[in-house]
C-alpha cells in the first residue's frame, strides 16, 4: 500500500486530504507541524509528503530544507501545499527540494493529476 504523510496544523485540511487519498488507497499519516513530521519520517518513510507552508513550530519550508539536507533520511516525493497569496513561495519550494505544488483548497481531481506527476499514483 502506498503511504502518504500529510503534514498541515489545519485539523479539517488534514481530515479533507484524508478522505481523498484514502479513496485512492492510500495508507495516511498525519502531523501538525514540520517538528511531528520530521519526527515521523525518522522511523519510517512515506511514498509522498503533502506540505503546509505555514505552521507552528517548524514551517513547511524549515521542514522541507531539514528533510533534503538530511542524507540517511530516505527521500520521499514532496507535493507542497500553498494558497492564491503564497504563489510567491513556489519558487522557493521547488528550489528547497519540493517536487510539486498543489493550490489551496484542491479538490480530488487536482490531488490526483499531481501524485501522477511525482510518479506516486
Ligand atoms: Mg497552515
Not at 484514502?22 to 495508507?27: I, K, S, V
Not at 506540505?51 to 539536507?69: E, H, I, K, Q, T
Not at 507542497?80 to 522557493?92: D, L, R
Not at 484542491?106 to 501524485?115: H, M, P, Q
Amino acid at each position: 500500500m502506498r503511504t502518504c504523510l500529510i503534514v498541515d496544523d489545519s485539523k479539517v485540511i488534514r481530515k479533507v486530504a484524508r478522505h481523498i487519498l484514502e479513496t485512492m488507497q492510500f495508507d495516511v499519516a498525519e502531523a501538525s507541524d514540520g517538528k511531528e513530521a520530521l519526527d515521523h519520517c525518522s522511523g519510517t518513510t512515506p511514498d509522498v509528503i503533502l506540505l503546509d507552508w505555514n505552521m507552528p513550530v517548524m514551517s513547511g519550508m524549515d521542514f522541507l530544507r531539514a528533510y533534503r539536507s538530511t542524507v540517511e533520511l530516505p527521500k520521499a516525493k514532496v507535493i507542497f501545499c500553498t494558497t492564491e497569496n503564497g504563489v510567491g513561495h513556489i519558487k522557493a519550494a521547488i528550489d528547497a527540494g519540493a517536487d510539486e505544488y498543489v493550490m489551496k483548497p484542491f479538490d480530488r481531481e487536482t490531488l490526483e493529476a499531481k501524485l501522477q506527476i511525482v510518479g506516486c499514483l
